[in-house]
T-cell receptor, first 113, second 114 residues
């Protein structure tokens, strides 16, 4: 099993709250990713990072932001959560070379009331 | 438009039976195709990877095939077990970007009944 961790696993919060979803990996991977996945739907890339101090927006527009201050840590923040943000958020990482295989964390199931 | 289509959307089989899941893609250029298994409430885990020159690859009871000419892949599961109940996702990578852009299918939800 991949050494990539996400916390919390489940989060239920009220509208307007600020939240941070944590993602950490111990594999020393340079590239990290955040995906959003709704039930029965494909994964959509919302953010990615090539390495420290690198962050890019993915294919799906998202109101969330990310930071990459340390190689192993790639947190995602929502300044003001809304019901439309309710979804599963998956974090992944891959090596610098042969970047195609991504190792996924267990995900955070977010529900905004 | 680069797309990955999977069928069936869902499948129910009895324990011990075999099944085959399909994946059709239009991604170009093509780098490789992976099948992932995603258990409920977990992240996807890679089962197999196939490159352009590979036709068949096995991983235990899982056998993937690839026809790069017709842009089709299948995942065959032999002697299914209850633990095979999961979503199986086909993911195609292009070689057109430095990121190694991935295109995800919606998955086939497999349920194995005792």
């Amino acid at each position: 099993e991949a050494d990539i961790y996400q916390t919390p696993r489940y989060l239920v919060i009220g509208t307007g709250k600020k939240i941070t979803l944590e993602c950490s990996q111990t594999m020393g991977h340079d590239k990290m990713y955040w995906y959003q996945q709704d039930p029965g739907m494909e994964l959509h890339l919302i953010h990615y990072s090539y390495g420290v101090n690198s962050t890019e927006k993915g294919d799906l527009s998202s109101e969330s932001t990310v930071s990459r201050i340390r190689t192993e840590h790639f947190p995602l923040t929502l300044e003001s959560a809304r019901p439309s943000h309710t979804s599963q958020y998956l974090c992944a990482s891959s090596e610098e070379q042969g970047a195609d295989e991504q190792f996924f964390g267990p995900g955070t199931r977010l529900t905004v009331l | 438009k680069n797309q990955v289509e999977q069928s069936p959307q869902s499948l129910i089989i009895l324990e011990g039976k075999n099944c085959t899941l399909q994946c059709n893609y239009t991604v170009s250029p093509f780098s490789n195709l992976r099948w992932y298994k995603q258990d409920t409430g977990r992240g996807p885990v890679s089962l197999t990877i196939m490159t352009f020159s590979e036709n068949t690859k096995s991983n235990g009871r899982y056998t993937a095939t690839l026809d790069a000419d017709t842009k089709q892949s299948s995942l065959h599961i032999t002697a299914s077990q209850l633990s095979d109940s999961a979503s199986y996702i086909c993911v195609v990578s292009d070689r057109g970007s430095t990121l190694g852009r991935l295109y995800f299918g919606r998955g086939t939800q497999l349920t194995v009944w005792p």
